[in-house]
């Protein structure tokens, strides 16, 4: 069996949609919080690797979970990442979640449902908050919260990579009711332009995206930390932007994915409202009406 590391994508941190441990985070949280990042996108290339088979992704995932328990040595970022935790007194309960969720990506392709696929979230996307506001000290009465913005940037995900998911991993996130509904199958996500049929189906997936930023506004004014409350005020812009794009255009044919200077055009505008509103006493999320194009 080969080392994980052997089946690394080469994505970084700074290659994600989102920001991870950027500069809005204290110097102090940055290190494990960059543990984290690591031993999770070597997770994710294990079971996203297109030559490996099943057998060997779920021994290399069972490796890490093995040595973030303490069992084991084998895995390098996982061993990193168990000595962070134990400096910082803290679980190591997110990233066992998180090792779950990618078992699951190599074992189940299809979603039934809305729920089931936000079950996956709940150990997919849902531990990564918790684990950053863990870091923090913050209080668990914001999990709810942080729950609805990391379920929703997942999906977020899920809906702009789809055809990609589907045509290199055989993987679809879209739920089958939604197909079925629809009148179409997932060998659609297959083509070089959605059918009005699909493209209704995303559209109304990014609504119901929406309505988990709606229930996540109140996630960074809760936060007692003034840099990560900013980092997260940041990324719910961004995901509001980019829910509301695929409620309008096709990932299959068309661009999604935030540019670096749409990124900054967004972002500025969320950071003067952030600041602005801690001058007052409070906190206001921008919302975003019109977005560069």
Known sequence: ?????????????????????????????????????????????VADHADANADEKLGLLD??????????????????????????????QHGIDLLEAFSRDVTKLRYRDWDDLLDYCRVSAMPVG????????ESRALWPACDALCSALQIVNHLQDCGKDYRSLNRVYIPL???????IGAEELAQDR??????GLIATLAKQTFE???????FAPGIRDARLA????????????????????????????????????????????????????????????????
């Open 1 to 45: 069996m080969r080392e994980a590391a052997g089946l690394s994508s080469g994505k970084g941190h700074r290659d994600e949609n989102f920001p991870v441990a950027s500069f809005l985070i204290a110097p102090r949280h940055r290190g494990i919080i960059l543990a984290f990042y690591r031993f999770a996108r070597v997770a994710d290339d």
């Open 63 to 92: 490796q890490m979970r093995r040595t973030l328990l303490g069992e084991s040595d084998a895995s390098p970022e996982a061993a990193v990442l168990r000595a962070q935790l134990a400096e910082h007194k803290l679980t190591a």
């Open 130 to 137: 918790r684990f950053v506001l863990d870091v923090h000290g």
């Open 177 to 183: 009711d939604g197909f079925a509904a629809a009148g």
């Open 194 to 199: 959605a059918s009005p049929a699909l493209k």
């Open 212 to 218: 988990l930023l709606l229930k996540s506004r109140v």
């Open 230 to 293: 900013l980092e997260v005020s940041v990324i719910q812009t961004l995901a509001e932007s980019l829910c509301r794009r695929l409620m309008k255009r096709d990932p299959l044919s068309e661009r999604v994915h935030h540019r670096k200077n749409e990124i900054l055009l967004l972002a500025f505008p969320a950071l003067g409202a952030f600041a602005a509103g801690r001058l007052r006493g409070r906190h206001q999320t921008i919302v975003v009406a019109d977005e560069p194009r």
